[in-house]
């Protein structure tokens, strides 16, 4: 005698009652963790834009963010202003770390939409740098980063991240030998004309003694990576150029 169990409309019963209760699970879980979720991809945003700056807790070799038990009075601490630029207008916004990239990147689709473009502004030593968010893609999905700059478009720091870059080989565009190579260079040519910087496979100054020339050594067995990311500098930096071509007018 064939049980109740074995047949197929009990299989197909007790699988749409689990689906029922694990999404069910799934949505509350998502929801009471959403408000914890959001605040430590605040904390992690000011972490990474105070290492563009130079404010982490790195010793010779290694990549160290300042804690998040204090991060968020550091960073109060060093960035003294933050500015949206949108179009013409530049307002100051308290808020403006907060800013989907992403989001005002798709937007950016439509020409009749002015994107609006974060910027913060961190004093180190006395000294004033200029941090620029950026994103783009790389060999397998999104990459991005904070680039601070000074008045002149001169790299400050650096710091790239990656969703799903190769183990060993893209995913090494957050190790300190390839950030660290950016301090230093020009983001104008000699003619003061944007030029960007290149991750570039034939790189004459593998050393980066040359910070004139607008390039920095790649990373072997990386190159779509590596011309993500030249592109993400060019593309997402061009923007401001107009902002900082003001500024030395001023």
Do not use: C
């Not at 047949?7 to 019963?13: D, E, G, Q, V, W």
């Not at 007790?14 to 069910?24: N, R």
């Amino acid at each position: 005698m064939e049980k109740r169990t074995d047949k197929n409309s009990y299989t197909i019963l007790f699988a749409i009652i689990m689906v029922l209760v694990v999404g069910a699970i799934l949505a509350y879980l998502a929801t009471a963790l959403k408000p914890k979720i959001d605040v430590n991809k605040q904390l992690e945003k000011q972490q990474n834009i105070l290492y563009a700056l130079g404010v982490n807790e790195n010793d010779d070799k290694s990549v160290a963010f300042i804690g998040t038990d204090k991060v968020a009075e550091v960073f109060n601490k060093y960035i003294v202003k933050q500015l949206v630029i949108q179009g013409n207008d530049v307002r100051v916004d308290d808020k403006a770390y907060l800013i989907d990239i992403k989001k005002e990147q798709a937007s950016a689709k439509d020409p009749s939409y002015k994107r609006q473009l974060p910027l913060f502004l961190g004093v180190k030593d006395n000294k004033v740098s200029y941090i620029i968010p950026i994103r783009g893609k790389g060999l397998w999905d999104a990459i991005w980063g904070y680039v601070a700059l000074d008045q002149d478009m001169v790299v400050q720091g650096a710091f790239f991240d990656h969703a799903a870059e190769t183990p060993g080989l893209g995913a090494n565009i957050n190790q300190r030998f390839f950030m660290d190579d950016f301090i230093g260079e020009n983001l104008l040519d000699t003619s003061e004309k944007f030029t960007g910087i290149t991750v570039s496979k034939s790189n004459a100054d593998p050393v980066n003694v040359d910070k004139y020339d607008n390039e920095v050594d790649a990373i072997a067995g990386s190159t779509i990576t590596g011309d993500g990311v030249s592109a993400m500098i060019y593309s997402e930096l061009k923007v401001y150029s107009s902002y900082f071509l003001n500024l030395k007018k001023k």
